[in-house]
């Protein structure tokens, strides 16, 4: 059974960061590509960040220069450092894993991140 599960949101002001971190169980952590992508309300699921099952990153405009994703293979963890956050940034985001090629792909339930001061 696969798993992923998220956390580190919550409420932030203006300015401040937050580390989301997820955990993954039931896959082969190393062979996934893994990604985080947010959803604020009345809009569409949206890509933030994705990291390679070989390392490689790809960011979303509005993150770049802000946010660092990165994964550790061994602890089965991929993490979003999230500095200079922005109201507009208000999401919930979700953990992705998907094995390229194959076809597979999971979803995190979420966690809720609230910019405000």
């Known amino acids: 059974q696969v798993q992923l599960v998220e956390s580190g949101g919550g409420p932030v002001q203006p300015g401040g960061s937050l580390r989301l971190s997820c955990a993954a169980s039931?896959?082969?952590?190393?062979?996934?590509?893994m990604g985080w992508y947010r959803q604020a309300p009345g809009k569409q699921r949206e890509l933030v960040a994705t990291i390679t099952s070989r390392g490689g990153t790809k960011y979303a405009d509005f993150v770049k220069g802000r946010f660092t994703i990165s994964r550790d293979n061994p602890t089965n963890m991929v993490s979003l450092q999230m500095n200079g956050l922005k109201a507009e940034d208000t999401a919930v985001y979700y953990c992705?894993?998907?094995?390229?090629?194959?076809?597979?792909?999971?979803w995190g339930q979420g966690t809720q991140v609230t910019v405000s001061s």
């Open positions: 992705h894993v998907e094995r390229v090629g194959v076809g597979v792909e999971y």
């Open positions: 039931g896959i082969i952590f190393s062979a996934y590509d």
